[in-house]
């Protein structure tokens, strides 16, 4: 496998069930996040780690729970979803060097959920 | 008002065509400029990064207007390939590294 990969790459689940949407980076990168992007709507940043700490949560409610058990894996956790929690939720790595202004994220293919 | 604000489109042109797409932001302290490629139900791609000096990439050329804050993208010769929704990314360094701000995009349709 090279690049990121996630999965599973559909889902549909009720909104009492819990699943959760895994990410594994084969690039050797220090940081990891999730987006959300919804139909007709901007990705929006959910979570950073880098160096598997979360340094980021961008106001997301706690029905999402990120784990980052080391640099190379990232979950996604759900339960109690709601509809308008469809979307494409895309999992990104990057090598972040300090100093740098930018480094450059590579995403993976997303998980289309459909929550009902 | 929207972070980074895109014309959705779609724009449709035919092949052979110029077509440019802009794009503005809202933080003046934006620090990186870029434009991402993403194809129908794929993940964005980097197309290529924006300087103020403006910089071209064979048929893609990118500016940044800094004193009016606003990004472009020109692709010249257009490809039936080129068909994609066109990202425009801008990003702003905080103690998480740096944090990417994404437009809802320009979808681009090249028709023989």
């Known amino acids: 496998e090279t690049g990121v990969t996630q999965t599973p790459r559909h889902l549909v689940m009720g909104m009492t069930n819990k699943k959760s949407l895994k990410c594994e980076q084969h690039?050797?990168?220090?940081?990891m996040y999730w987006y959300k992007q919804s139909a007709k709507k901007p990705l929006e940043l959910m979570f950073v780690y880098s160096l598997e700490e979360r340094v980021e949560n961008n106001s997301v409610p706690s029905r999402f729970s990120p784990e980052c058990p080391n640099s190379s894996h990232l979950f996604l956790h759900l339960h109690t979803l709601q509809p308008e929690d469809s979307a494409l939720y895309l999992c990104?790595?990057?090598?972040?060097?300090?100093?740098?202004?930018?480094?450059?994220?590579?995403f993976g293919p997303g998980t289309r959920l459909t929550v009902l | 008002r929207k972070e980074v604000e895109q014309d959705p489109g779609p724009f449709n042109v035919p092949e052979g065509a110029t077509v440019a797409f802009n794009c503005t932001y809202s933080?003046?302290?934006?620090?990186?400029f870029f434009w991402y490629r993403q194809d129908c139900r794929k993940e964005p791609k980097l197309l290529m990064s924006v300087y103020s000096s403006g910089n071209e990439d064979g048929r893609f050329t990118a500016q940044l207007n800094r004193a009016s804050q606003y990004i472009s993208l020109l692709i010249r010769d257009s490809k039936l390939s080129d068909s994609a929704t066109y990202l425009c990314?801008?990003?702003?360094?905080?103690?998480?590294?740096?944090?990417?701000?994404f437009g809802g995009g320009t979808r681009l349709m090249v028709k023989p």
């Open positions: 990104a790595s990057s090598q972040e060097v300090a100093g740098a202004i930018y480094n450059e994220q590579f």
């Open positions: 933080n003046s302290a934006s620090q990186s």
């Open positions: 990314v801008v990003t702003s360094n905080n103690n998480a590294g740096n944090m990417l701000t």
């Open positions: 690039l050797g990168h220090n940081a």
